[in-house]
């Protein structure tokens, strides 16, 4: 208040129309206006330049403006009312005005931390753009790099506060080193799962949007975030599983999002009649594979006569597509089938299925075939059985064939019918 203009200072203590608190009032009233004021003028302002700067090739400008028009305007703001707290306070007996300078410390703290996160944010959205940036960084470095800046910000003024508020930053610093190994034992757990994400973002084994699975453990899916503790991957049933990131110092992880290509491997059998066409459509078969547009020549292509199989002749099928997708990858190896459907019955050939022949000794045979006689002549002498009720054969010359022959035959002079 040394500095207070002396217009201000005459007219609060000598202008004897308004009694003093009104006239501290109107002073108080006149300061935030003025605070207002001048606030919307610099946002204002750093509009114009934002503007200004977009039409130019730099980034860095437009991110740095950007941060610095929110934390302005709260500087301006604070500013304002510190100096209106500080006119109240000389009028005032209210203990609250005494904690001005304090307040206008840690305000000045919250500000610029404020600020650097607002930097460190567009900073992480420039580098990971594909937009702004030629060769955008991984999304998973930059967040692990964002969060680590943030952390050393928050830190620095967690300790900065401390000392401003009277307390010993070096005795805070001794009773972290001597409680850090209680905290420690008590929290390994914690730390185990905070080190375990730091090696993720070291090593990157996986990233956001990859597909992982572990073949040690039941994880299967895409990744959606890996944070300090856990890292939350969303299952192919869309059930989001959060997995410590302890967890995969331990198990093996397989990354297939970053595989090259995708495999056909296939055993196709035909008939054992159609023997003499094997050569022709393994050779057709491997032509067309050849010359597919979908399949990646480059890599390892086998097509050959595998093996004589119980039922079948076996024909190996070993490719790879050129895509990694999932979807495309099953349209491009459902037409490499269907045209090697194709190939095979263009040949008059056909795709084998399990079939079992049962060979009949010759004896069997000829026991079926008395069997089967027998049975027929059976049925014949029933037939005629009716016939022959109505007579009676002669008493004398008749002679009849052993019963089943189906077949009646008479000697001698008389016979009856």
């Known amino acids: 208040m040394d500095e207070t203009p002396e217009v201000i200072s005459s007219w609060v ?23 207002a004021a001048v606030a919307f003028l610099i946002s204002r302002i750093i509009v114009m330049l934002e503007r200004r700067f977009e039409k130019t090739d730099n980034l860095w400008d ?7 028009r929110r934390p302005a305007i709260g500087f301006v703001w604070l500013q304002g009312v510190f100096w209106a707290a500080e006119v109240a306070r000389v009028y005032s007996d209210a203990d609250i005005f005494s904690a001005n300078s304090k307040l206008l410390e840690l305000g000045f703290i919250w500000i610029l931390v404020w600020t650097l996160f607002g930097v460190i944010k567009k900073a992480e959205e420039i580098l990971i753009s594909p937009m702004k940036m030629k060769q955008p960084m991984d999304y998973t470095t930059v967040n692990a790099i964002s969060k680590l800046l943030r952390a050393v910000v928050a830190i620095t003024a967690v300790l900065t506060i401390m000392q401003s508020l009277g307390y010993s930053i070096s005795g805070v610093l001794a009773f972290g080193g001597v409680g850090g190994i209680a905290v420690g034992f008590a929290a390994k757990d914690l730390l185990a799962n905070f080190f375990g ?11 956001v949007g990859d597909w ?21 991957i969303r299952t192919f049933d869309q059930r989001p599983l959060y997995v410590p990131n302890a967890a995969f110092t331990q198990i093996a992880v397989e990354n297939p999002s970053r595989m090259h290509n995708r495999r056909i491997f296939e055993t196709i059998g035909i008939r054992y009649a159609d023997v003499r066409e094997m050569s022709d459509i393994v050779n057709d078969i491997r032509s067309m594979l050849e010359n597919h547009e979908e399949i990646d020549t480059r890599r390892t292509l086998i097509v050959n ?9 076996d024909i190996m099928v070993y490719t790879f597509t050129k895509t990694t997708q999932w979807v495309k990858f099953h349209e491009i190896k459902q037409d490499v089938l269907l045209k090697i459907s194709d190939i095979i019955e263009s040949y ?29 002549q059976s049925e014949s002498e029933e037939s005629s059985g009716g016939a022959r009720s109505g007579g009676r054969a002669a008493d004398r010359g008749a002679v009849r064939q052993p019963r089943g022959s189906g077949q009646t035959t008479t000697q001698g002079d008389e016979a009856e019918e």
């Open 62 to 68: 437009d991110a740095v403006l950007h941060a610095l």
């Open 13 to 35: 203590n000598n202008w004897n129309l308004l009694s003093q608190s009104w006239r501290v009032a109107i002073v108080v009233f006149g300061l935030v206006f003025a605070t």
């Open 305 to 313: 006569f595998l093996a004589f199989n119980s039922s079948s002749l």
């Open 348 to 376: 008059g050939a056909e795709v084998a299925f399990p079939t079992r022949t049962l060979h009949v000794a010759d004896s069997l045979r000829l026991e079926r075939d008395q069997s089967e006689t027998e049975g027929e």
């Open 197 to 207: 994400g730091f090696i993720i973002h070291l090593d990157r084994p996986f990233k």
């Open 212 to 232: 992982v699975r572990s073949p040690d453990r039941e994880i299967e899916g895409t990744v959606e975030k890996i944070g300090w503790r856990l890292t939350t």
